[in-house]
């Protein structure tokens, strides 16, 4: 059975990204700093064409985490930080020629686009009728893999606000960014119950998992 899954890097106060993004600055200012726990590690540099890399807990998880996936589904703002109409050359995100999903990827966004082609397997397709469909897309590409739910916050909250979440893990680096986006703000769902599955310390991250 396929999951619907979650899986972001949030600092200790909170925050998923800092704050000033732009296309320029896709994480913000010191946003960078949530993702180096991965950088070095061997699943990682695998999927960007990297070789090598540190082979321990950390890239244990992050391997388990990308493992099953036959879908993906993120915001506008993660594809391309962008908002508005795309215009006539519209930009082709921030993954690269070859971006690291291989798989099926629905972007949430409010301005029709037609799907984009890349190389090494992944296709971004445009939706603009919301999280439920774009989920149920996604299940349908998927063959029986799970559903990523990449990000960013808003494309997460709107997953787990309309009951489609099963699993989210959150990797906590012991930063304080201050301001940015949070991955919760208001929820328009009272009394969310989660259950802690695991939680798994190292010395630069603490993966906290949760059942819905």
């Known amino acids: 059975m396929s999951l619907v899954t979650a899986n972001i890097s949030t600092s200790l106060d909170g925050f998923v990204c800092g704050p000033n993004d732009s296309r320029e600055n896709p994480l913000g200012d ?3 700093r949530l993702h180096e726990w991965v950088y070095d ?4 540099r695998e999927i960007h064409g990297i070789e090598g890399g540190e082979t321990n807990r950390d890239d244990e998880i992050f ?3 990308i493992e099953n996936v036959g879908a993906v589904v993120m915001g506008r703002r993660m594809f391309d930080n962008g908002e508005g109409p795309w215009g006539d050359d519209p930009y082709e995100g921030h993954w690269g020629d070859e971006p690291p999903f291989g798989v099926p990827v629905f972007v949430l ?4 686009r037609e799907p984009l082609e890349m ?7 445009f939706v603009t009728d919301g999280i439920e469909r774009a989920i149920e897309l996604a299940m349908d590409a998927a063959g029986g893999g799970d559903i990523s739910i990449a990000g960013g ?7 787990l606000e309309a009951g489609m979440l099963d699993v989210l893990e959150i990797h906590l680096v012991p930063i304080l960014l201050g301001n940015g986006i949070r991955l919760f703000e208001r929820s328009d769902v009272d009394g969310i119950e989660l259950e802690r599955t695991r939680v798994v310390e190292s010395p630069v991250v603490t993966h ?4 819905l």
């Not at 190389?119 to 397709?125: E, I, Q, S």
């Not at 916050?153 to 997953?159: C, E, G, H, L, N």
């Not at 906290?208 to 059942?211: G, I, P, V």
Request: charged share 15%.
């Open 208 to 211: 906290l998992r949760y059942r």
């Open 119 to 125: 190389a090494g397997g992944t296709t971004f397709t």
């Open 63 to 65: 391997a388990e985490s």
């Open 30 to 32: 010191g946003g960078e």
């Open 109 to 112: 966004t409010h301005h029709a």
């Open 41 to 44: 590690l061997a699943s990682w």
């Open 153 to 159: 916050a808003s494309t997460i909250r709107q997953t």
